[in-house]
């Protein structure tokens, strides 16, 4: 008896307008950290499912937005981890502002400005992590019946360099 080949699809989305420019600073390992400073990000995401009744894998007009929606929730913020186990945010007494305070640093700034994500360090990996598990939970609200064999999101801080994310099912 002879087996049959193992077949998979995917799809993988890379468009110049499924960007964010957002800033943020690194915190390392020895408590050193980065200055604040912004990055002109860009995302790509691979989603391996099997084919639906139409032959796709999902139509390209219907991820896109939900990939652009996540993009614009970045957009023009700035990035804070707020898992991170030294750095804190409050609200300024007027409620207008968020103090982020990392060690001797404090930054107040205007309160929609600011993003605080539920990751322990604004890193490219980090982010593309976060942008993953968030485009997966609106993909399986939007798509019930939708099995993720494989979803990847890379997140590129500078051409070349990009911290990629992965998920099977």
């Not at 002879?2 to 690194?26: G, M, N």
């Not at 937005?65 to 186990?85: F, K, M, N, S």
């Not at 030294?86 to 609200?91: C, F, S, Y």
Request: proline share 7%; hydrophobic share 35%; charged share 25%.
């Amino acid at each position: 008896m002879t087996s049959r080949p193992t077949e998979s699809w995917s799809i993988s989305i890379e468009k110049d307008y499924l960007k964010f420019s957002a800033a943020h600073f690194l915190i390392f390992p020895d408590g050193s950290a980065e200055r604040l400073h912004g990055h002109n990000y860009k995302v790509f995401v691979d989603l391996h499912t099997g084919l639906d009744a139409h032959g796709l894998v999902v139509n390209f007009k219907e991820i896109k937005p939900l990939v652009r929606a996540l993009c614009d929730e970045l957009d023009e913020r700035v990035l804070i981890p707020g898992q991170h186990p030294v750095l804190t945010v409050a609200p300024d007494p007027d409620g207008a502002n968020l103090e982020i305070r990392y060690r001797e640093r404090r930054y107040s700034l205007p309160r929609d400005e600011v993003l605080v994500l539920p990751i322990g360090n604004s890193s490219a990996e980090n982010l593309a992590g976060w942008f993953g598990r968030t485009l997966r939970d609106r993909m399986q609200r939007r798509w019930p019946q939708l099995h993720i064999a494989r979803l990847s999101v890379g997140i590129e801080e500078t051409p070349g360099q990009r911290g990629t994310w992965t998920t099977s099912a």
